[in-house]
């Protein structure tokens, strides 16, 4: 079946579990209804199904929905999917079209993202190809679905505390859920800068014994840093570019932990 646009009425969708937009739905709603009102539809919702015989699965478009009933209006543009499309190939849609529109909550598209990595035999290749996302933005998908709790996932769709956070506090924390919780509330608290998060991901890798608190005072102690400046050849500058994609962590960073476990190693640190 070929896509196709017709005018559907909003009774007639309904919200499809492979719609992968769960949380801030309601977001910047009356500015969208705004919008509509002032220059009309742009861009149609995407529903699954054969036209004329309702209920349509909405693939796409919840807050263009929201914003029309906001509106008063009664139907809206749709492009039709055909009915046989599969769940999978759905939810690919939902969440390359939705990446592109309004931010999407990190917990749903990292919930999605995982979804298709199982879908797709765990090849993060496949989803890359099926969705257009890199390979660095998959893994810090699938890094954050794997590792946090569901109570850290759902204060990440609220937008309590942001990724890059929640992958500091489990680093620290060396993967103890209660422990990163009680990190994140601390550095929440406490509104650490950059560098200070950093040192407590430094601390707490080196010290899971240390009460969170003190760990967290340590970081926020005046500090000098000293950079060592290291000469590659080649062969281990190609491999740190390769790790920094690889693993969605920054050349300094897999540098230092190289380092540091190496020096464990060899009894140097403890």
Not at 109 to 134: H, K, N, P, Q, S
Not at 162 to 188: K, M, N, P, W, Y
Not at 228 to 236: E, Q, Y
Not at 242 to 264: F, N, P, S, T
Request: glycine residues 4%; proline residues 3%.
């Amino acid at each position: 079946m070929e896509t196709m646009i017709r005018e559907i009425s909003l009774s007639d969708i309904r919200t499809s579990t492979v719609n992968i937009r769960r949380h801030d739905r309601d977001k910047d709603v009356r500015e969208l209804a705004a919008s509509i009102e002032a220059v009309g539809l742009l861009q149609p919702v995407v529903v699954r199904g054969d036209y004329g015989a309702p209920p349509y699965d909405l693939i796409v478009g919840q807050r263009r929905c929201l914003a029309h009933k906001l509106l008063g209006r009664r139907k809206i543009a749709a492009i039709f999917k055909d009915s046989q499309l599969s769940d999978l190939n759905a939810k690919i849609q939902s969440l390359t079209e939705n990446a592109l529109r309004v931010e999407l909550n990190y917990a749903d598209a990292a919930e999605a993202t995982a979804d298709l990595y199982d879908a797709f035999g765990r090849d993060i290749a496949a989803v890359c190809t099926a969705t257009g996302m890199t390979a660095q933005t998959v893994r810090k998908y699938l890094d954050v679905k794997r590792r946090a709790s569901p109570e850290i996932l759902e204060m990440l769709s609220e937008r309590k505390v942001t990724s890059q956070d929640v992958r500091r506090c489990l680093d620290a924390a060396s993967d103890d859920i209660g422990r990163a919780r009680e990190f994140l509330d601390t550095i929440a608290a406490e509104k650490l800068n950059k560098h200070e998060k950093d040192r407590v991901v430094a601390y707490g890798r080196a010290q899971p014994t240390t009460p969170v608190r003190e760990i967290v005072e340590q970081a926020k102690q005046p500090h000098v840093e000293e950079r060592v400046w290291v000469k590659l050849d080649p062969r281990l500058r190609q491999g740190l570019e390769k790790a920094v994609k690889a693993m969605a962590l920054d050349a300094e960073a897999i540098a230092q932990r190289a380092l540091e476990e190496w020096l464990a190693a060899q009894g140097f640190v403890q």
